[in-house]
Antibody, heavy 121, light 108 residues
């Protein structure tokens, strides 16, 4: 079955950096675009970034543009999120999400369990 | 980015029908997808496209769109349907994707 397993979360001071990883299994990782979605404590879902199946296209939410960088290594079936210049408001559970397109319809059909990032002094 | 709005809270009596809505200009161009999130768990896709359910999602869940409003309907609500529900769609401006603020469904 499809599995996405995030790692790399933890506590970091404001202005610090962290790199998240997401290992995909149970499907052909290199065939799918993947996303990062986050959820601050007690808040709703916020889309963060995505990357095309081959890594050639990347998009970012305005809130993270210039600070976060998404990448992937299809030889390792792994997605990454490099987070720099972290702010207190980046504190959230970060989910790795698979994008699936059926016909003209695109949705996020598989989610990891998430990894918690806490930015605090 | 464009705004996508949902009612923050909705309640329904056990066994009754409830509609959860999502409004936004982008819905005139794109279908929404809907996600259920139970406390302490990751979101789960329940409806995508015009009205499609992933394998394993009960047929009491259905979706529809009219104008700038998408709806998730639960026909015959069960206790296990108590959760937060989020709509999600492509954004025609700003960030490529946007989530609604979420609706907390209480089953009475």
């Amino acid at each position: 079955q499809v599995q996405l397993v995030e790692s790399g979360g933890g506590v970091v001071q404001p202005g610090g950096s962290l790199r998240l990883s997401c290992a995909g299994s149970g499907f052909t990782f290199s065939h799918y675009a993947v996303h990062w979605v986050r959820q601050a404590p007690g808040k709703g879902l916020e889309w963060v970034a995505d990357i095309s199946y081959d890594g050639s296209y990347k998009n970012y939410a305005d809130s993270v543009k210039g600070r976060f960088s998404i990448s992937r290594d299809n030889s390792k079936n792994t997605l990454y999120l490099q987070m720099n210049s972290l702010r207190v408001e980046d504190t959230a559970v970060y989910y790795c999400v698979r994008e699936n397109t059926v016909g003209m319809t695109t949705s996020f059909d598989s989610w990891g369990q998430g990894t918690l990032v806490t930015v605090s002094s | 980015s464009s705004e996508v709005t949902q009612d923050p809270t909705v309640s329904v009596a056990l066994g009754q029908t409830v509609r959860i809505t999502c409004q936004g200009d982008s819905l005139r161009r794109y279908y929404a997808s809907w996600y259920q999130q139970r406390p302490g768990q990751a979101p789960v896709l329940v409806i995508y496209g015009e009205n499609n359910r992933p394998s394993g999602i009960p047929d009491r869940f259905s979706g529809s769109t009219s104008g700038n409003t998408a709806s998730l309907t639960i026909t015959g609500s069960q206790a296990e349907d108590e959760a937060d529900y989020y709509c999600n769609l492509r954004d025609s401006r700003g960030s490529p994707w946007v989530f609604g603020g979420g609706t907390k469904l209480t089953v009475l």
